[in-house]
């Protein structure tokens, strides 16, 4: 296996080749990132399956910087939005998309309560709450479980690659808080795009 970063800032995973068995987890190491980088990335990138689904788990680290989290504080709802295609590649400059997952989770914080309610539609269940700050950003940054594709989709000795990337939602601040956040710049929070390649 091995790690490379081309232009753009995209970051490659390449697997010559490896098979999926049921419940297998293949692990695919992200280059480590300095402590003085708080860039947004991804880690920690997994795939695996079921019988029937192909499965990708990963974190985005990085995410919540000082100004996104007084913006939580504040009760901003904040949204990260996860974006994971998947392609069918060739010897050819022509890759072919066959499956695309858009996934969402968003926390709220209720300063009376004082308790922040995560709510992940991706994984069809209903709003978790919590009075940790740490544990939100945990389910707001972990992916686990999510579908890509049923695997009677994917051919035996294809060639896919896997593109994921995870940004936050830009939102319109309320008035009040104009005064606070003027320049909405520490908004733009997202990571590289992350291509995974594998033989299936």
Known sequence: MGNRTGQNGIKHLTMKSFLIYPVLFICLMMPRTTLADNTATLANIKLANTRDDLLTYFEVRNAFTDKITQAVHNGVPTTFSFYVSLYQTSDSWLDK?????????TVKYNSLKKEYTVSRPWKNEKPSATQSFEEAKSWMTEIDNLKIIPLENLKKGGKYQIRIKAE????????????????????????????VNFTY
């Open 97 to 105: 998309k066959i499956a695309e997952v858009r996934a969402k989770s």
């Open 168 to 195: 936050l939602d830009k939102v319109t601040l309320p008035l009040s808080l104009h005064n606070i956040f003027f320049f909405v710049s520490f908004w733009d929070v997202k990571t590289d795009w992350y291509l």
